[in-house]
């Protein structure tokens, strides 16, 4: 409805209103979905699913031949589990601040714990999202089973437990400290998915996928212990003891140059002692990737935009090691 003043049409209060109110929500509802995005944590959640791509990888090279229909069913169910995790330790970190032995805390700007305060992103979306990724992971879960037998349900519902039990109550281990959570997610993502993605690939259980995953699944702690260096004060206020809290933050910067090493050692190690091929000391190339950033950082003066470089070094190194280590497989053959 319009109104005429001096000549001109003018639009009423009514629908002026109506329409400022549908553009309000659509800008919230792009707020949310992007909000959503950065709940995801793209890059730690690409760095949970590498050892899963590694385990396809070594199982096919062992029998020969690629079993594309269970890799590809056993990538997309870590992937989608890997998203819901992240989602629902998310919510649950904006939840553990609303306790009331929590004191006042912030995050970075942008941040999901920020949306989730500021009222940008309401926190049911975000576990609403959470519930349907993991429903849609277990569908996946179970095709695979169907495709490669019983011990997969096994080793899928071990990651499950630990996955929930890390961010839900009454267990929340990822809250209670000693390390319980940096190992419950080692475990749920860097070794369970490499004992079932290798069955899925040869119908055989062996401790070959965990020893060649290993400095992969190394290099993913990497990527977590870092993350948890950026949000150390936070999470020191909110209540939930990670090994950054614990160890404060030049000690965790000390931590992540020996599990770097470690990593690097243990490839080392693999190839000496596992019929892995000679051509998996290629992975050791990314060594000055991991590594060159400690060079930069003063331990005793870092903060979260350090936290986040070595977050960054981290990620590039355990994907630039994975590409190397499968293409090592590719151009061999075992024996």
Avoid at 35 to 41: E, M, P, Q, T, Y
Avoid at 59 to 72: C, D, L, R, Y
Avoid at 89 to 118: C, E, H, N
Avoid at 221 to 240: A, E, P
């Amino acid at each position: 409805m319009t109104n005429s003043t001096g000549g001109q049409a003018t639009e009423s209060s009514p629908s002026l209103l109506k329409r400022l109110q549908q553009a309000r929500e659509r800008r919230l509802t792009e707020t949310s979905v992007w909000a959503i995005f950065l709940a995801l944590r793209p890059d730690v959640t690409v760095a949970l699913v590498l050892p899963t791509i590694v385990a396809a990888a070594i199982g096919g090279w062992w029998v020969g031949e690629m079993v594309w229909p269970s890799a590809i069913f056993a990538v997309a169910s870590i992937l989608l589990s890997a998203l819901a995790f992240q989602i629902l330790a998310a919510y649950q970190d904006f939840q553990q601040s609303l306790s009331v032995d929590a004191r006042p805390a912030t995050d970075l700007p942008g941040s999901i714990f920020s949306l989730q305060q500021s009222g940008i992103l309401p926190p049911s979306l975000l576990l609403n999202v959470g519930a349907l990724l993991y429903t849609i992971s277990l569908l996946c879960g179970l095709w695979l089973a169907l495709f490669a037998g019983w011990p997969i349900l096994f080793f899928g519902a071990m990651a499950l437990l630990l996955q929930l039990g890390a961010v839900t109550p009454p267990v929340r281990f990822l809250y209670r400290g000693y390390g319980l959570g940096e190992f419950g997610v080692f475990v749920a993502f860097g070794v369970l998915p490499l004992v079932s993605t290798f069955y899925a690939q040869t119908q055989q259980l062996s401790w070959l996928p965990v020893l060649g995953g290993l400095p992969i699944s190394l290099l993913l702690m990497l990527v977590v212990l870092s993350q948890n260096l950026i949000t150390l004060r936070r999470d020191w206020l909110i209540g939930k003891r990670t090994l950054a809290v614990i160890f404060g933050a030049a000690r965790s910067v000390d931590f992540n140059v020996f599990v770097t090493m470690l990593a690097y050692t243990s490839i080392l190690a693999v190839t000496a002692l596992t019929p892995l091929p000679l051509w998996w000391l290629v992975g050791l190339a990314t060594l000055p990737l991991a590594m060159g950033v400690f060079s930069e950082i003063d331990r005793n003066l870092a903060g979260p935009e350090d936290a986040v470089r070595l977050r960054s070094a981290a990620v590039k190194a355990v994907f630039w090691t994975t590409i190397l280590c499968v293409a090592a497989l590719f151009i061999s053959s075992p024996g």
